[in-house]
C-alpha cells in the first residue's frame, strides 16, 4: 500500500535537543528545508506550520524563534510582519537597525537622525561635527 504525502513529509523530520524538528530532506543555499507540495517547490517550514497550525495570515511571514533555519517545528515558528522578522534576526543589517545610538554615543530620534536614499541611518550631530571640522581645516591627522 502506498503512503501518503503527510507520512513521507513526516519522515523526514528528526528532533534535536533544542527541541527543533530537523529537517533532513533537501536544503536550499540558506539552509531552508525544501519540499515539494501541491505542484511546486515549497519551503518546509510553512507547509510544517499550515500542516499543525492553519494558513498563515495574509501579510505576515514565519520567523524561526529557534534561529535554526531547518526546523519545521511549528511551536518554534511566529508569524510575524517582514520587519519584526528582519529586526529578530543576527545580520549586520538587523544589529544596525536595533542601535538606538550612533558609534559616538548620540541618540537615534526623528530630530538626530537623518535617512540616506539607500535607507541607513546617519547621525546629524556627527554629520555637523563633521562639517565644521571640515570648514575649519582640520583633519583627523591634526585632530
Known sequence: MARGWAERFLDRIGESSKGCWQWSGPLDRDGYGRVWHNGRNALAHRVA???????????????????????????????VPH??????GT???????????????HEFTEDTTYRAPNGTRKCRVCGRERSRRRRQGVTRASA
Open 83 to 88: 520587519r519584526t522578522n528582519v529586526l529578530r
Open 91 to 105: 545580520s549586520c543589517a538587523a544589529r544596525r537597525a536595533r542601535q538606538t545610538h550612533c558609534l559616538r554615543g
Open 49 to 79: 506550520y499550515e500542516m499543525l497550525r492553519g494558513p498563515i495570515p495574509a501579510g505576515l511571514e514565519l520567523d524561526h524563534l529557534c534561529r535554526n533555519r531547518a526546523c519545521v517545528n511549528p511551536h518554534h515558528l511566529d508569524a
